[in-house]
């Protein structure tokens, strides 16, 4: 029986993402954070996981880029969801009333300023995800609410205040899948990597890009993170067109890999070629 992981509790837009992806699994699994979820892989708890990558307001999901540099696991599939966020209290009530919002940090980001010009004196909180906070609200007073999927209302006895309350319609979010085995080759791979930067080596990154421009790879993203060993020094998350065995790909790779002091594969997988809508 295949178990896939996703980031909990139940409601959250990653459980949206993950019952998108696999419709016939057989057991969801809910896990409170998203380090606790990979590492359900990498001990075998699960067979995949489900995590957030990139939002296109608010950038990359910095926790999940520092994991998949850490740990042994292949991306194999992803989604891209509409991103909906909702403000949920116990009960019907002004907005005056509110004290106290609740929510993931990228929803209370994403929502700032529906807050800042229909609350007043109100202070924000952090959850671990959307789905965490609005189960957090059942046990809290009636001057809570929280942000997140309007879906996890249906968990628990709970009111939706305001729907559509993200500041920028095109809100959506991208999630992959993990595992620690390959995906089916697909004809509409695409492909990720990470590679760091040699040192005291002008115009490294130029190097690297230029091996995808002359082969004519299209690049779909690219983002850096801080290597944590010196300040000043960092790693590139990479994603592109195509299989890492095309002819092409792979000539690429062979490359980036020799000029890279740091390389790490993480995987070819079938493009979404669809966004979800919530």
Known sequence: MSRLGFLGPQGSFTEVAA????????EFIPYNDIKSLILGVVKDEIDRAVVPIEN???????????LLADFDLNIVGEVILIIEQSLVAKKKMDLAEV?????????????????EENLSNYETHISNSTS?????LTALDESWVAIGNSRAVDYYDLEILAEGIQDNSENFTRFVILSK??????????TSIICSVAEDHPGFLYDILHEFA????????IESRPAKRMLGEYIFFIDFEGHYLDKRVKSALELVSYKSPWYKLLGSYEKAVDTIQL
Do not use: M, W
């Open 19 to 26: 019952r998108e992806y696999e419709h016939q699994v057989g």
């Open 132 to 136: 965490e906070a609005i189960q957090q």
């Open 214 to 221: 002359i082969r004519g790879i299209n690049l779909t993203k």
């Open 181 to 190: 085995d390959e995906a089916i080759r697909s004809q509409n791979a695409k």
């Open 99 to 115: 004290r106290h919002v609740i929510s993931h940090p990228q929803a209370l980001a994403q929502c700032r300023s529906f807050l």
């Open 56 to 66: 296109s307001i608010q950038g990359g999901v910095t926790l999940t880029l520092d």
